[in-house]
């Protein structure tokens, strides 16, 4: 058996700390996700609180872990004979990135159903999880529907499912914790708002932090057993503290006064709706308890807030998660002013705080976490060292850094008001200072033709678990959804020959069917964007990266990948390779200067490598080629070669013969227009849209489909 990491011997990371234990001492907060950099021991924090979990009475043979005091009177496995308790540790069930929906839920056994008449259910995940902990790495990478299904259960306490008539309900209590590297892509903020509080973590740049960490993690590795018994009376005493803490906390009394101060900050925070306000007094009132009081304090108000609002705070698309504390201590100093606070009453030992220990103030456990790796961390021989408690976090706004937005002038003259005069003979004159991106909008939907296989997502037509049901066909591999009807008629010629007798159905192996259904998947959007000369008057260049920032926020709604390609100068430049982190192309964006001669052919070229690399990488994902740019081709060229006109066409064509699903989108502006995108997309066999037909509101807005035609004689066409 592997010996876990001990809680106690992390070092840092207080917020993280934090938030578990107040999880540990409440379910009711409703979990912690943790949003941090790889390698900052987000796994190894959690995987450690579930060992600091009191033990469980369940009733003994139960799959359901009903608690023998009070059973739970729908058990699939009840009703249950009293006295038949036994103890178990709580347990820690970690939920795989590709896990199905049954593996879950759990599953009916159809099999057993069609051929024997019984309802026989094996239970999922949810199940095990129950009065435990269920963590979830890398919860922005999970389907959605498979996140949707998890936060309902955990908010009502119960996992309903429905299969082929057959219904099961059982309890799912558990701790939620999920974790995430934001730079690998974001969760949706209605999802954000199921979880109870949010946490963000970081390496630690005190070099002294750092050598401990090393010391100990080295420490753990060698010696996992010898390392965990010199923290056991550290564990020993967290142990304690929770479980009074526990005890402690149906006696807090969460006063009128502190309900105000709640509502004060959550409506000054614009937050939507009012879960904010639950979990923000949920988790005060587990702050009082872990500090050992029966009454919630303005400090226990702010640190609740500091953990349950920053994700739910009103933000702007692509902005980070984060609390303006300056803000909030405003909020709350305003509450003092109109309504000052009395001297509370102090307890036998004093005034505590969340950050006393047991025995008080460095009373020797250290209920702390640090930028561990995932692994595990490890400790020097010496004695455990004596860690700060754990503390209210201290996290200020987590803003994108944005470019500087210069207020140089513009020139006023339309498609070339930073034209080819700014093109050096080099290729990169008259580079510009990066502009503003305009107000995104609402874009059109843009679809890669046909019916693909790909991931879960909202954009393209293609074979998936959820959807509308399009015919049957046999398992491949495990049975996932039964289609009856065809289940039926396969098995029904052989009633006789199997020795049929009564008014039961014979069914094998060989007669299931699976149901095949259409839903809708993610793509992997590719931008190429055109940063050249060209492209640079001021106020043009930022309505085109309004563009772009709306066609990225529309693949961030859509579930999809996107990358980044820019040219100008002399090459192209991949400035965002493939990711599901929307919001990182966006920063990019904003980022992106302007100026230098239009190697169109080398963004095609390089998109076509890109296209060809993400291919081999991952095959069932269907890519969208964006070309944003005014269709201008100027690049040094040698003495009888063809023109860069000519090279960006040769380009296109090889794009088209990839069978790659593309769009133009045509940037040319000003009373004379030369029509290069339009001949550009003809090249590429692709949709040419302009600027304006790109709104979903626009009046002169069409309704195209991307057409992928395999025959150079059967042209790409706008329906």
């Known amino acids: 058996m592997t010996t876990t990491y001990p809680f106690s011997a992390i070092v840092g990371m207080d917020g993280l700390r934090l938030a578990l234990l107040l999880n540990a001492v409440s379910p009711a907060v409703g979990g912690v996700l943790v949003r941090g950099e790889k390698g900052t021991a987000k796994s190894t924090a959690v995987r450690a609180i579930a060992a600091l979990l009191p033990p469980v009475d369940v009733v003994a043979g139960c799959r359901f872990s009903c608690d023998p005091a009070a059973p739970d009177p729908s058990c699939p496995d009840g009703p249950h004979e009293p006295d038949t308790g036994e103890a178990r540790p709580a347990r820690m069930v970690e939920l795989p990135v590709g896990a199905s929906e049954d593996r879950l839920v759990g599953a009916l056994d159809i099999e057993r159903a069609l051929s024997d008449g019984v309802k026989a259910f094996e239970p999922g995940l949810l199940a095990d999880a129950h009065r435990g902990v269920l963590y979830v790495d890398e919860v922005n990478l999970l389907h959605d529907h498979l996140i949707d299904l998890l936060l309902d259960a955990a ?10 008539g057959v219904s099961v309900r059982h309890a799912a209590r558990f701790l939620l914790v999920g974790t995430m590297n934001p730079e690998e892509g974001e969760l949706r903020p209605q999802l954000l ?3 109870g509080l949010t946490v963000e973590v970081a390496a630690s740049r005190d070099t002294d932090e750092r050598v401990e960490v090393v010391r100990r993690r080295l420490a753990y ?3 996992p057993e010898g390392f965990a018994a010199r923290w056991a009376a550290d564990e020993d005493a967290l142990r304690e503290r929770i479980a009074a803490a526990r005890a402690l906390l149906p006696r807090v009394g969460l006063g009128d006064r502190a309900l105000r101060q709640i509502a004060a900050v959550c409506a000054g925070f614009e937050v939507d709706g009012m879960r904010a306000d639950i979990v923000t007094a949920r988790t005060a009132t587990a702050l009082a308890a872990w500090a050992g009081r029966t009454d919630v304090r303005t400090e226990d108000v702010r640190g609740a807030a500091l953990l349950s609002l920053p994700h739910r705070r009103r933000r702007a698309p692509f902005d980070a998660p984060g609390l303006d504390e300056d803000k909030l201590d405003e909020i709350l100093r305003q509450f003092e002013e109109d309504e000052p606070e009395p001297d509370p009453d102090q307890g036998p030992e004093g005034p505590d705080s969340p950050d006393d220990g047991p025995d008080g103030p460095g009373g020797g456990e250290n209920p702390g976490g640090g930028p561990q790796e995932d692994a595990g961390d490890g400790a020097g021989e010496q004695a455990p060292p004596a860690a700060p408690e754990p503390s209210v976090p201290d996290q200020r706004t987590g803003e994108h850094e944005t470019a500087d937005r210069e207020t140089g002038s513009a020139r006023a003259d ?7 005069a700014d ?8 580079e510009r200072a990066a502009v503003g991106a305009a107000e995104p909008f609402r874009t059109r939907r843009l679809d890669v033709p046909g019916l693909g296989e790909g991931a879960a997502g909202r954009r393209s037509r293609a074979r998936s678990a959820h959807g509308r049901t399009t015919g049957a066909r046999r398992p491949r591999g495990t049975l996932s959804a039964l289609h009856l009807t065809a289940t039926v008629r396969a098995a029904a010629p052989h ?5 049929r007798r009564g008014p039961g159905l014979l069914v094998r192996r060989d007669d299931l069917r699976e149901a095949v259904r259409e839903g809708r998947e993610g793509n992997l959007v590719l931008f190429v964007v055109d940063a050249s000369g060209s492209m640079a008057a001021r106020t043009r260049m930022s309505a085109i990266k309004g563009a772009v920032l709306s066609l990225l926020l529309d693949a961030y709604q859509r579930r999809d990948k996107v990358g980044l390609i820019t040219f100008r100068g002399a090459d192209a430049e991949l400035a965002l390779p ?5 919001d990182a192309a966006a920063v990019r964006l904003e980022r992106l200067p302007t100026g230098g001669r239009t190697p169109l052919a080398a963004g095609l070229l390089k998109a076509r490598e890109v296209l060809r690399v993400e291919r081999l990488r991952d095959p069932a994902r269907r890519p969208l080629l964006v070309v944003v740019t005014d269709g201008r081709a100027t690049e040094a060229r040698r003495s009888g070669g063809p023109t860069p006109v000519e090279r960006a066409g040769r380009a296109a064509r090889m794009l088209a013969g990839d069978g790659v699903a593309s769009v133009v989108v045509d940037c040319e502006s000003g009373p004379v227009r030369l029509g290069l995108a339009g001949a550009l997309a003809r090249e590429l066999r692709a949709t040419p849209v302009t600027l304006d037909e790109l709104r979903a509101d626009s009046v002169t ?3 195209r489909d991307v057409r992928t035609v395999s025959n150079p004689s059967n042209p790409r066409r706008a329906a």
């Open 423 to 430: 093109e050096g003979p080099g290729g990169a004159g008259g």
């Open 221 to 223: 590795d060698e010696d």
């Open 701 to 703: 807005a069409l309704v």
């Open 578 to 582: 493939p990711t599901s982190s929307v």
């Open 155 to 164: 908010a009502m306490g119960a996992s309903y499912v429905e299969r082929e």
């Open 193 to 195: 708002d199921r979880f």
């Open 495 to 499: 009633q006789h020959a199997r020795g």
């Open 414 to 420: 339309g498609d070339g008001g930073a034209g080819e």
